[in-house]
Structures are given as structure tokens and as C-alpha cells.
């Protein structure tokens, strides 16, 4: 067998990251002369990592709502210690299930924002046709007074996160709330999410497998690929073996990359990091990307965990890659490394 070359060193480096994530939120940080106008608010399904999610929260006019997990007895916030919770009752194949925030968190979110003076608020939100999240914002939206505009991103994870980004580029140059949310709209239209599942069953547990039902009967024998499209989960292919799987997402997933000028991707995990970290690699070596872009204000490729309350329904071993960015030909070189 042909040894691989290992993962970069940037992939798997926390503290990159990190630095990533401050330098891109200092770099959106505005100037003494820009005021920010519009606030960003969003829940813990954008998947974005966890130390740019920290340098985001340090700033006034951001707010990520965690959902909420429950493994065993008790119900953990999504994040960390979620995380390690549901890894464990899952392991253990004990039931797990998730809930939604109560409309009077988000109550209180837009409140602040609005005592802190802000002018509007752009949430973005989990897909409708998975959680009740988008619901209980609106409903919270119709008790204040700033004007919040509710964006259902009918899709998860980092296809939200990457919208969460733009959505904040956008607030911290003084953008007003439309300008944020075509911002968050452009970034999401064509996004695509496709995972592979070592099995069904928790989905089928969840209540989220949707139009992958017909596939429940043969799933001990099967190695599903599936999609959000249209904010639902819906089956792409049936595939024997995991290796066969893998390379097929890969394969689905460059080619939908390629067909773009800025690709921006990223890698979802829960429980095999060292899975997503060599898939990563491997699309970097397909893709030719960089570990960042020219500007130094965007990751290329994100490899970070299925957020808890999203791995509560896929499962242990989930792989999933996002995949956004505008089509067409480059007519620059230079214009296909911005990002």
C-alpha cells in the first residue's frame, strides 16, 4: 500500500486558528470612524470554529445562540462540553435528543443589541425544515422594537457559517441591514453540503432522514452519501463500501468546486478527526488551494467538528463537506485567490 504524505501542519493546528480567527475579526474590527450599524446574530449550528466564534463574541454587535443537546439526564449548551457529552452517550448507545432555543432568549439577545444602540439586527439561522430555531427568532423579532430580519439559510453547518462571515464582513464596514443580509444571501446561494454516514440509524432516530426513508430496510448494507438541498436532507447515493464512499464525496465535491471562481470549502467532523484532516488534505492537493487566501482574510479551508446538535442526528463518524463560493471562469488569475 502507498503511504500518504501527511496532513499539513495547518490543518490540524488549533492555535492557526486561533490567530486566524482574531486576525480576520481585527481586520473587520472597524476603524475609529465607521460605526457599526447592523448586528449579526446566529445560532450554533453555523459549525464555525470555536476560537473564531470566541474573537467574533468579543465583539458587541455578534451573538451566537447555542442550541441545546440532551445525553442522558442532562442538557448541556451546545459547544464543548456537548460535544464530549453526546460523544459518550452515543458511544454508548444511549438516546440523545436536541431542542431549539425558547423565543425568549433570542428576546433578550435583540434587546441588548437595541439598548446598545444598533439600528437593526440580521439573524441567520439553522434550516426551518430541520429545527424550530427560525421560529422562535421571529417570534422573539416581534416583541422589540429594533427591526430584526429573520434569514432561514435553509441549509447548516459551515454553509451557514460561511454566511455568518459575510454577514459580519459586511456589518463591520457600516453596512445598513439590507446591504448585511444580501451579503449573508449571496454567500449562501449555490452553497452545498454533502456528507457521508456510516449508517442511518440516528437519523432515522431523530426524525431528520426525510427522503432517505426508502433507504432504511438496506441500511446495514449500505454506505449513504447525502445532501441538504432546499433545507432538508435528501439521499444522493447508495454505496456499498466505505471505501468506495469517501472518494465519491470527494469526487462530487471537487467538481462542484471546480466549477467555481472562489471555492471556499470546509470539512465537518465528529469523532474522527483524523479521517477529516487526511480528506482535507486531499482536497487541498485536488484543488491546489492555500491554507489561506491572498488577503489573509479568509481561510480556504475549514477543517472543524459537526457541531454537537447536528451530530446528535448524524451520528459518530459523520464526514461532510461544504462547498460555496461564485460560478463561472476566472478571467484573472489573480481573481481566483481572493477570497
Not at 23 to 44: F, I, N
Not at 86 to 101: F, N, W, Y
Not at 177 to 184: D, G, H, P, R, S
Request: aromatic share 6%; net charge neutral; hydrophobic share 45%.
Amino acid at each position: 500500500m502507498t503511504e500518504r504524505p501527511p496532513a499539513p501542519w495547518w490543518l490540524g493546528d488549533r492555535f492557526l486558528w486561533e490567530r486566524l480567527g482574531r486576525l480576520r475579526l481585527s481586520a473587520l474590527r472597524p476603524a475609529s470612524q465607521t460605526r457599526v450599524r447592523t448586528a449579526v446574530v446566529t445560532d450554533s449550528a453555523c459549525g464555525l470554529p470555536l476560537e473564531w466564534l470566541a474573537a467574533a463574541e468579543a465583539e458587541p454587535w455578534f451573538e451566537a445562540v447555542p442550541l441545546s443537546v440532551m445525553a442522558g439526564d442532562e442538557i448541556f449548551p451546545d459547544g464543548p462540553e456537548a460535544e464530549t457529552a453526546l460523544g459518550i452517550a452515543l458511544a454508548a448507545g444511549r438516546p440523545v435528543k436536541t431542542s431549539r432555543p425558547a423565543p425568549g432568549v433570542f428576546e433578550r439577545v435583540y434587546r441588548r443589541l437595541e439598548a446598545e444602540g444598533f439600528e437593526a439586527v440580521v439573524s441567520i439561522h439553522l434550516s426551518g425544515a430541520l429545527s424550530g430555531t427560525a421560529d422562535a427568532a421571529r417570534l422573539a423579532a416581534e416583541r422589540v422594537d429594533v427591526p430584526v430580519e429573520i434569514l432561514d439559510t435553509r441549509t447548516a453547518a459551515m454553509a451557514q457559517g460561511f454566511a455568518v462571515q459575510a454577514a459580519c464582513s459586511a456589518a463591520a464596514a457600516g453596512q445598513d441591514q439590507k446591504a448585511v443580509l444580501a451579503a449573508a444571501r449571496g454567500t449562501l446561494d449555490g452553497a452545498e453540503v454533502r456528507f457521508f454516514l456510516p449508517s442511518l440509524e440516528q437519523l432515522r432516530r431523530g426524525g431528520r432522514i426525510g427522503a432517505a426513508a426508502s433507504w432504511v430496510g438496506t441500511m446495514l448494507s449500505i454506505r449513504p452519501l447525502l445532501a441538504v438541498q432546499d433545507g432538508k436532507i435528501v439521499p444522493l447515493e447508495r454505496i456499498r463500501t466505505s471505501a468506495r464512499a469517501l472518494p465519491r464525496l470527494r469526487e462530487l465535491s471537487t467538481a462542484d468546486a471546480r466549477r467555481r471562481t472562489t471555492p471556499r470549502l470546509a470539512v465537518h467532523y465528529f469523532g474522527n478527526r483524523s479521517e477529516a484532516e487526511e480528506l482535507a488534505h486531499e482536497l487541498v492537493q485536488e484543488l491546489d488551494l492555500k491554507a489561506t487566501s491572498s488577503s489573509m482574510r479568509e481561510a480556504k479551508i475549514v477543517v472543524t467538528p459537526l457541531p454537537a446538535v447536528l451530530a446528535a442526528h448524524t451520528g459518530l463518524g459523520v464526514l461532510a463537506i461544504v462547498v460555496t463560493g461564485r460560478f463561472g471562469e476566472a478571467t484573472d488569475p489573480a481573481e481566483a485567490t481572493k477570497g
